[in-house]
């Protein structure tokens, strides 16, 4: 039961790359979550998915899309991706929205 | 505006000592409390979960109170062990929505 699994774990872009960052849960949970973590700030919702096949934007969805693939897994893209998206991602998921959130290791990725 | 306020932003205490950490929020309605302690490198991982009518929970070493009149929670450690060095995280939810503070980070030093 390895729960919440993000790939890769680091990755360094140029300025303009895109790239898909991967999230899968094994715990049968309806909702999953695309976060950002930056220094002094707390954890931002970027989209979230309340169950299979719906998505929707959190506070800070700019630059990104995601695909809910199917229960199991939810994708993070950068088409273009920026300086500013420079962060730590995490993906999280959920039973049900509102319940207690499980979160992956985090992908830190740096944008040159 | 619903916001999570922490403090300290950061604590160094020696090992087997206390220390409480603060959370203030705003958020309204309110459903629920959550501390989360997050270890560097690793995702946040839950502690403890109060609802609006408990105001003492605890884990082992970590007890979590609750004031829901003044909006303030915190998190108490008991005889602090070097592995508790991490962010803590206090999060409140009005229901479906997650408002996260920005953390306290413990250094425990032996």
């Given at each position: 039961?390895?729960?919440?699994?993000?790939?890769?774990?680091?990755?360094?872009?140029?300025?303009?790359?895109?790239?898909?960052?991967?999230?899968?849960?094994?715990?049968?949970?309806?909702?999953?979550?695309?976060?950002?973590?930056?220094?002094?700030?707390?954890?931002?919702?970027?989209?979230?998915?309340?169950?299979?096949?719906?998505?929707?934007?959190?506070?800070?969805?700019?630059?990104?899309?995601?695909?809910?693939?199917?229960?199991?897994?939810?994708?993070?893209?950068?088409?273009?991706?920026?300086?500013?998206?420079?962060?730590?991602?995490?993906?999280?998921?959920?039973?049900?929205?509102?319940?207690?959130?499980?979160?992956?290791?985090?992908?830190?990725?740096?944008?040159? | 505006?619903?916001?999570?306020?922490?403090?300290?932003?950061?604590?160094i205490?020696?090992?087997?000592?206390?220390?409480?950490?603060?959370?203030?929020?705003?958020?309204s309605?309110?459903?629920?409390l959550?501390?989360?302690?997050q270890?560097?490198?690793?995702?946040?991982?839950?502690?403890?979960?109060?609802?609006?009518?408990?105001?003492?929970?605890?884990?082992?070493?970590?007890?979590?109170?609750?004031?829901?009149?003044?909006?303030?929670?915190?998190?108490?450690?008991?005889?602090?062990?070097?592995?508790?060095?991490?962010?803590?995280?206090?999060?409140?939810?009005?229901?479906?929505?997650f408002?996260?503070?920005?953390?306290?980070?413990?250094?425990?030093?032996?």
């Amino acid at each position: 039961n390895a729960g919440v699994t993000q790939t890769p774990k680091f990755q360094v872009l140029k300025t303009g790359q895109s790239m898909t960052l991967q999230c899968a849960q094994d715990m049968n949970h309806n909702s999953m979550y695309w976060y950002r973590q930056d220094p002094g700030m707390g954890l931002r919702l970027i989209y979230y998915s309340a169950s299979e096949g719906t998505t929707d934007k959190g506070e800070v969805p700019n630059g990104y899309n995601v695909s809910r693939l199917n229960k199991r897994e939810f994708s993070l893209r950068l088409e273009s991706a920026a300086p500013s998206q420079t962060s730590v991602y995490f993906c999280a998921s959920s039973l049900y929205e509102g319940n207690e959130q499980f979160f992956g290791p985090g992908t830190r990725l740096t944008v040159l | 505006k619903n916001q999570v306020e922490q403090s300290p932003q950061s604590l160094i205490i020696l090992e087997g000592k206390n220390c409480t950490l603060q959370c203030n929020y705003t958020v309204s309605p309110f459903s629920n409390l959550r501390w989360y302690k997050q270890d560097t490198g690793r995702g946040p991982v839950s502690l403890t979960i109060m609802t609006f009518s408990e105001n003492t929970k605890s884990n082992g070493r970590y007890t979590a109170t609750l004031d829901a009149d003044t909006k303030q929670s915190s998190l108490h450690i008991t005889a602090s062990q070097l592995s508790d060095s991490a962010s803590y995280i206090c999060v409140v939810t009005p229901f479906n929505k997650f408002y996260f503070g920005s953390g306290t980070k413990l250094n425990v030093k032996p």
